[in-house]
């Protein structure tokens, strides 16, 4: 993901090196070529799956310690659970 995030900023910038004009136009050029939309399209699809494996990785922890309070729950003679 900071990959991704650095080859944004390096398309970015090597797209403003070779525009003229004023500061805002060489901005405004840059942040809407077809190299810098394709590296934020990589970027934001480095995010999503970073985000996926988050969630993943959290609904595994959830479920383990969901089973270690049941099974506590049983040794302490907590019923029919």
Do not use: W
């Not at 050029?29 to 494996?53: C, G, N, T, W």
């Not at 990785?57 to 383990?64: H, I």
Request: glycine share 4%.
């Amino acid at each position: 993901m900071l990959r991704c995030e650095y080859l944004l900023e390096v398309a970015e910038c090597l797209v403003y090196k070779h525009q003229e004009g004023t500061v805002e136009d060489r901005k405004r050029i840059a942040k809407s070529s077809p190299e810098v939309a394709k590296a934020m399209e990589d970027y934001l699809q480095a995010v999503r799956h970073y985000e996926f494996l988050k969630a993943r990785r959290k609904r595994a922890e959830l479920t383990f310690e969901a089973a270690r309070s049941i099974n506590a729950n049983r040794r302490q003679g907590g019923g029919n659970l």
